[in-house]
T-cell receptor, first 113, second 115 residues
């Protein structure tokens, strides 16, 4: 069985500050990992994904995430927050064996001016 | 391309009523999914269809049925709605049937309230 834990259901940063959203996973086989973003009243859209190539993955809108096997983590970062980054972010894991993604509970990012 | 579309956007039901949520994609994708989103619980898979003519249960299938009408359309039916089914429902699709590598494309969601 696989699972995803996102530490912090709400994160608040100032505009221009570093964004760090935490994701830890458990999986019995090497995972594929995803970060999705959901803007208010919209569906989810892919930010980035790790599929066993480079461990540092760059995504859209300046976000990146690093896969650390030893820590079973896939934290999402952005050097400088922008007001438009305010949204809910979901980490998800797939175990390659089937057709299902398992999502974390989500982290709502708030950006203060 | 419209991507993934869902109807209706909002719905209020009384306990025991039935309804069908519609989903269509115009990306020629093989696989389609239905999720529900509840606060603090992320998205949970209800049912999925890896290809036209096949459907499988996800994590939370009880109280729901699905139909893969054709390659484009995948509907979700609540036969006898219960307040516990109050949620936001998302449909998604992906191209090759291998969700573990492919990006899932999501519709805008249906907000359902069961009184």
């Amino acid at each position: 069985a696989q699972s995803v834990t996102q530490l912090g259901s709400h994160v608040s940063v100032s505009e221009g500050a570093l964004v760090l959203l935490r994701c830890n996973y458990s999986s019995s086989v090497p995972p594929y990992l995803f970060w999705y973003v959901q803007y208010p009243n919209q569906g989810l859209q892919l930010l980035l994904k790790y599929t066993s190539a480079a461990t540092l993955v760059k995504g859209i809108n300046g976000f990146e995430a690093e896969f650390k096997k030893s820590e079973t983590s896939f934290h999402l970062t952005k050097p400088s927050a922008h007001m438009s980054d305010a949204a809910e972010y979901f980490c998800a894991v797939s175990d390659r064996a089937g057709n299902m993604l398992t999502f974390g509970g989500g982290t709502r990012l708030m950006v203060k001016p | 391309n419209a991507g993934v579309t869902q109807t209706p956007k909002f719905q209020v039901l009384k306990t025991g009523q039935s309804m069908t949520l519609q989903c269509a994609q115009d990306m020629n994708h093989n696989s389609m999914y239905w999720y529900r989103q509840d606060p603090g619980m992320g998205l949970r898979l209800i049912y999925y269809s890896a290809s036209e003519g096949t459907t499988d249960k996800g994590e939370v299938p009880n109280g729901y049925n699905v139909s893969r009408l054709n390659k484009r359309e995948f509907s979700l039916r609540l036969e006898s709605a219960a307040p516990s089914q109050t949620s936001v429902y998302f449909c998604a699709s992906t191209g090759s049937g291998t969700a573990y590598t492919d990006t899932q494309y999501f519709g805008p969601g249906t907000r359902l309230t069961v009184l």
